[in-house]
């Protein structure tokens, strides 16, 4: 019977928005209905917000249940933008109209700039500046965020230019604000129980486009003492750490307690949950990354030593980190309370080795050479997090394909928040953005800042001042943009266009082709470096510039170059840099690159129908 006059009700409503009087017909049929059956219905998800406005403004009746503050509003809201309600309380009074119009206007306004980016930056990487238009934009950030995460889950293989520029926006806003709330972290006093947020940091920096939280991972790891009291329990079903709460920083003084504590640990940790040194795959960023940790159990010494202190601390024993050379170790104190200790009062714990216990000569076993008492130490957070960001920056330095040099960008950026003056590091990112050839003026601010902190610098400053400022030069001296006609007479041996999925004849990977020359436009040194003169018609014939499935950019000879027959799509980060769609056998250019090589979608359209039609006439043969 409800759903009956429901059902006749919303037959109504879309009525409505034609009426010009509340006396028009069937308005008072909906208008008695009980207020809770109207609501549902103005609730249902059947009305956009364009309904609701109209509805509302038929009759009082209807005006007072649509109010701003009231669920008809908070309904549109939410089926609009699902993941922003995390963001209200159930307590807060909230205007719930007026967000709903404060986030269509920060969405069009994020489409409107992330529209503007490939004419602006198609050309060059985008630097830090070009941001500010959107850190100028008026509203909650959480909006801006919100509709570029909007714009990333698209369905389908169009938009490809839009998502690529999404995907940097979304990055750099995410990563300035990770850096803020790193360095305000790291102004405050030490703290020996935030090791655990100071990792999370990291963890977020450098993986901004994640869905990383310290609460999120802190319940992981709650579920874990979980299991080790459960285990405990069985050990000691009086021991004390069975009764601390969520939140409490007590401490269990007697070792044998502490023992019991550790030695549960061991059992969950490593026999029930599977948890490992990553031996086989030691030089992979994944192990420093703290969520990555949790879900793939495994990690390097630090990583799983944070692990290990942040379980131990939260059932009462004060385990301490030891920056030791080689081998992150944690230390557990086995002398008296208040009596002067040396570092054989201290046992120290292996996390990465299974949990195993260590004394000061295992230590040096373990290592394989003898060290200073310095170095059994304790340290504070930010030696830590320097430890940490040293293995990402060491990482990164080993990037081969990586041509965007992420990684060593990101623990550069961390590095410096941490230690700004750091001379060798700050001269590393200049020829770093040197390299790149991205935001040259920030190129020079680094070197001031370099020339100022070390004068002794100068040679290594000087050099690359003069190229920084050639580069500049050469940028403001461009006129136009090169367009490359296939009909032109010096073209007439490129067969192949841009969009094209190829496959290299020597080296099998699959790619799409960006760009062209007539000829191998690169130097004598490059050309004799790839040996190019062995190829049958050397240098004298078309080179493609080719985004590679492996995330590399490559520069291939015509003659090592065949079509794909059985396309697929390229897997490359700079693919919606060039083309705005993948049709299922080739890739279409976006705006920019189509102003360059204007006659290449035509040629495209032929090519692909040629190959398939051969393909079929092979296959009903």
């Not at 006059?5 to 034609?18: H, N």
């Not at 960006?514 to 018609?537: A, F, K, Q």
Request: one cysteine or more; hydrophobic letters at 40%.
């Amino acid at each position: 019977m409800a759903a009956a006059v429901v059902d006749s009700a919303m037959e109504v409503v879309p009525a409505l928005a034609e009426e010009a009087a509340p006396e028009a017909a069937g308005l008072s049929c909906l208008v008695n209905l009980p207020g809770e059956v109207l609501e549902y219905i103005l609730c249902s998800g059947s009305l956009t917000a364009a309904d609701i406005g109209r509805v509302s403004s038929t009759c009082r009746r209807l005006r007072e249940l649509c109010q701003s503050s009231g669920k008809v509003w908070k309904e549109q809201f939410r089926v609009r933008w699902p993941s922003l309600m995390k963001h209200y309380s159930p307590t807060d009074y909230v205007n719930w109209l007026e967000e709903y119009k404060v986030r269509q206007k920060a969405g069009l306004e994020a489409r409107k700039i992330v529209a503007s980016f490939s004419k602006r930056f198609f050309s060059e990487h985008v630097p830090c500046n070009g941001f500010s238009d959107i850190e100028n934009l008026e509203g909650p950030e959480i909006f801006f965020e919100d509709e570029l995460v909007c714009i990333l889950n698209m369905e389908g293989r169009k938009a490809l230019t839009w998502k690529y520029y999404a995907k940097k926006i979304l990055y750099y806003l995410r990563q300035q604000k990770i850096l803020n709330n790193l360095k305000a972290f790291l102004q405050q006093p030490d703290d020996y129980e935030s090791y655990l947020e100071g990792a999370v940091y990291i963890d977020q920096y450098c993986n901004p486009l994640s869905d990383i939280s310290l609460k999120d991972i802190q319940a992981q790891i709650d579920s874990i003492v979980e299991l080790v009291c459960k285990t405990l329990r069985g050990i000691n079903c009086r021991h004390p750490s069975l009764g601390f709460k969520a939140g409490e920083s007590s401490m269990i003084m007697e070792i044998e307690l502490q023992s019991q504590v550790l030695d549960a640990m061991n059992y969950v940790l490593y026999d029930q949950l599977k948890f490992k040194g990553n031996r086989m795959d030691y030089y992979n960023a994944l192990n420093l990354y703290m969520h990555q940790v949790l879900i793939r159990r495994t990690g390097i010494p630090i990583s799983m030593s944070l692990l290990y202190l942040t379980i131990a601390r939260q059932l009462g024993v004060p385990l301490e980190p030891v920056n030791f050379p080689s081998h992150f170790l944690l230390r557990w104190c086995q002398g008296a309370e208040g009596a002067t200790l040396d570092i054989f009062d201290y046992i120290y714990i292996d996390a990465f080795g299974k949990g195993k216990q260590l004394t000061v000569k295992e230590c040096e076993y373990l290592i394989g050479q003898h060290v200073t008492a310095a170095l059994y130490g304790v340290v504070n957070v930010k030696k830590v997090l320097q430890r940490m960001v040293g293995n990402l920056l060491s990482l990164g330095k080993r990037e081969g394909i990586d041509q965007s040099y992420q990684l060593l960008r990101d623990s550069l950026d961390l590095y410096l928040a941490m230690y700004p003056d750091q001379v060798q590091l700050l001269l590393l990112q200049a020829r770093l953005y040197f390299h790149l050839g991205i935001w040259p003026e920030k190129v020079l601010d680094i070197l001031q800042h370099i020339q100022t902190l070390d004068p002794g610098q100068h040679g290594a400053v000087g050099y690359l001042v003069q190229h920084t400022l050639e580069h500049i030069e050469r940028k403001k001296e461009e006129v136009g943009v090169e367009v490359k006609l296939r009909s032109d007479e010096k073209h007439r041996d490129v067969c192949y266009s841009i969009g094209l999925i190829m496959k290299h004849k020597r080296y099998g990977y699959n790619c799409v082709i960006y760009g062209w020359d007539p000829t191998c436009m690169m130097g004598h040194e490059w050309i004799r470096n790839m040996n190019v003169h062995s190829l049958p018609h050397g240098h004298h014939q078309p080179f493609y510039n080719v985004l590679v499935e492996d995330g590399s950019c490559r520069y291939a000879a015509q003659e090592n170059l065949e079509y794909n027959v059985e396309p697929q799509e390229i897997s490359h980060p700079d693919v919606g840099r060039y083309f705005s769609e993948f049709t299922g056998t080739h890739y279409i250019p976006n705006a920019e690159l189509e102003i360059r090589y204007p006659e290449d979608l035509e040629f495209v359209y032929e090519t692909v129908q040629n190959i398939y039609s051969a393909k079929k006439e092979n296959i009903d043969e």
